[in-house]
């Protein structure tokens, strides 16, 4: 390939490249979409290891529990991985993060005892990272806000 020929295009490239540096608000989202989906990554590979050297109850249920969590855990780390790389799509996904952790923090806070601090603190990283989600500067980064 010569140097006047351009590499040709596939549907991951045909995108035009962000402009300017990422915000410092983008960066806080997926920061902390990442650290959600490495939390739940984090409770599925225990709740597996749990199901095969523990004694609980249910290895079955165990099992299906941890897979089923690490399933989970997909969504907000692609989502993360989105927002970093500034891709349009993501924003929705880490969305549906965090308005899916608002019900599980109620869950948390109801279980009482050291669990009221576990959903104080992921009620307060749900609605910060929806905060900086809808934030013009964030919206516009991901090509989403108006346009002047």
């Excluded at 523990?54 to 969590?69: F, H, I, M, R, Y």
């Excluded at 692609?78 to 993501?90: C, F, I, K, M, T």
Aim: cysteine-free; proline content about 8%.
């Amino acid at each position: 390939m010569s140097s006047k020929q351009s590499a040709p295009k596939n549907a991951r490239t045909s995108a035009p490249a962000p402009v300017g540096p990422r915000p410092t608000r983008l960066t806080a989202a997926a920061v902390l979409t990442g650290l959600e989906g490495a939390a739940l990554a984090a409770a599925g590979i225990y709740l597996l290891v749990m199901g095969l050297l523990g004694k609980p109850d249910s290895p079955q249920q165990a099992e299906t529990g941890g897979l089923t969590v690490l399933a989970l855990a997909a969504l907000p780390l692609l989502a993360a991985r989105g927002l970093w790389l500034r891709r349009r799509w993501s924003r929705g996904p880490a969305m549906i993060t965090q308005i899916m952790a608002l019900p599980v923090a109620w869950t948390l806070y109801v279980g009482g005892g050291a669990m009221i601090a576990a959903a104080g603190a992921l009620v307060v990283v749900a609605l910060g990272t929806l905060a900086l989600l809808v934030n013009p500067t964030a919206t516009e980064a991901l090509g989403i806000g108006p346009r002047g």
